[in-house]
């Protein structure tokens, strides 16, 4: 049964800091990753989604890079903001049409 | 494109009543349909899948005659949580895809709450 894991469960930062995120998978076979970005009491936004054939996705000041073959995914977030203040939830799809498997997340919180 | 609607988008029952949450695909036939269930600062925890037509496919530890699904056409899917109480307060979130798309979209939600 496929697993996710994101480490560090919260992270404070001041603004303008570059950090990472990071999420590992115990299942290796996958069909594409998805990082997501949720707000206190809202519901999902998509960030990016990498498909299994790619290594790296990227929008804005937003990186993720897949290692498929030893179940890693990294979000990069160039020059913080307090507006980036958000859970991020990294997600798998083991086959297409399945439905996505979700990390804990990462509660970051980015200071003025 | 691609937008997922939920109605409510909150609920406050009394315990033993039933309440029914609607998803939407609103632009797109969804084939498939995904429901989730997240409770306070855990992540979302997928409950079932349901094909259009066909029977839902709950997830293990979810009671399939407590949280009725029904996905009756390509752009509505119900779930019914029956005799609700306390313990399944929480925060319900669906998911549509369709057969065009790689990737499923999300409804913005639904907190309920069983006093």
Redesign the interface.
């Known amino acids: 049964k496929q697993e996710v894991t994101q480490i560090p469960a919260a992270l404070s930062v001041p603004e303008g800091e570059n950090l990472v995120l990071n999420c590992s998978f115990t299942d290796s076979a996958i ?2 990753l ?1 990082w ?1 970005r949720q707000d206190p ?4 936004t ?1 960030l990016l ?1 990498i ?1 299994s054939s790619q290594r790296e996705q990227t929008s804005g000041r937003l990186n993720a890079s897949l290692d498929k073959s030893s179940g890693r995914s990294t979000l990069y977030i160039a020059a913080s903001q307090p507006g980036d203040s958000a859970t991020y ?1 990294c ?1 798998v799809r083991g086959q ?10 990462t509660t970051l919180s980015v200071s003025s | 494109g691609a937008v997922v609607s939920q109605h409510p988008s909150w609920v406050i029952c009394k315990s033993g009543t039933s309440v029914k949450i609607e998803c939407r695909s609103l632009d797109f036939q969804a084939t498939t349909m995904f429901w989730y269930r997240q409770f306070p600062k855990q992540s979302l925890m997928l409950m079932a899948t349901s094909n259009e037509g066909s029977k839902a496919t709950y997830e293990q530890g979810v009671e399939k005659d407590k949280f009725l699904i029904n996905h009756a056409s390509l752009t509505l899917s119900t779930l019914t949580v029956t005799s609700a109480h306390p313990e399944d307060s929480s925060f319900y979130i669906c998911s549509a895809r369709s057969g065009a798309y790689n990737e499923q979209f999300f409804g913005p939600g639904t907190r309920l709450t069983v006093l």
């Not at chain 1, 009491?41 to 999902?44: A, F, S």
């Open positions: 069909y594409n998805q997501f009491g809202k519901g999902l998509s989604l498909q939830l997600a297409a049409g399945t439905a996505l498997i979700f990390g804990k997340g």
